[in-house]
């Protein structure tokens, strides 16, 4: 398994959170692109839509938590006496496009 960590929190789980990110994005285009074929004319069309508009439903709560996420990276910053996070200031920018990827994959 990897071995990399910033702050103590391993990298693997951002990546992980991200894959799964993804997969309600893709659901969508799909059913975008399913909807604009055949506009769910049959009952398979329909039932497949369906299922497709369900699995997006499940993974679509992840999006939101790759923002609520943030709270855990950063936790494991090291602080000083006034509570700032010195060490690792560099990862302010890194914090906020993670975030950020996941309000914009919520939001689409």
């Given at each position: 398994?990897?071995?990399?960590?910033?702050?103590?929190?391993?990298?693997?789980?951002?990546?992980?959170?991200?894959?799964?990110?993804?997969?309600?994005?893709?659901?969508?285009?799909?059913?975008?692109?399913?909807?604009?074929?055949?506009?769910?004319?049959?009952?398979?069309?329909?039932?497949?839509?369906?299922?497709?508009?369900?699995?997006?439903?499940?993974?679509?709560?992840?999006?939101?938590?790759?923002?609520?996420?943030?709270?855990?990276?950063?936790?494991f910053c090291p602080v000083n006496e006034k509570n700032i996070c010195i060490?690792?200031?560099?990862?302010?920018?890194?914090?906020?496009?993670?975030?950020?990827?996941?309000?914009?994959?919520?939001?689409?």
């Amino acid at each position: 398994m990897l071995d990399i960590a910033i702050n103590n929190y391993e990298v693997i789980f951002i990546a992980w959170n991200l894959f799964l990110l993804i997969i309600p994005f893709f659901l969508c285009r799909l059913l975008f692109i399913l909807y604009n074929a055949n506009k769910f004319k049959s009952l398979p069309h329909k039932i497949f839509g369906l299922a497709i508009a369900f699995l997006w439903l499940l993974f679509i709560p992840n999006t939101i938590y790759v923002i609520a996420d943030m709270r855990h990276i950063i936790g494991f910053c090291p602080v000083n006496e006034k509570n700032i996070c010195i060490e690792n200031a560099w990862m302010i920018m890194f914090f906020f496009i993670y975030a950020s990827i996941g309000w914009v994959a919520f939001v689409y």
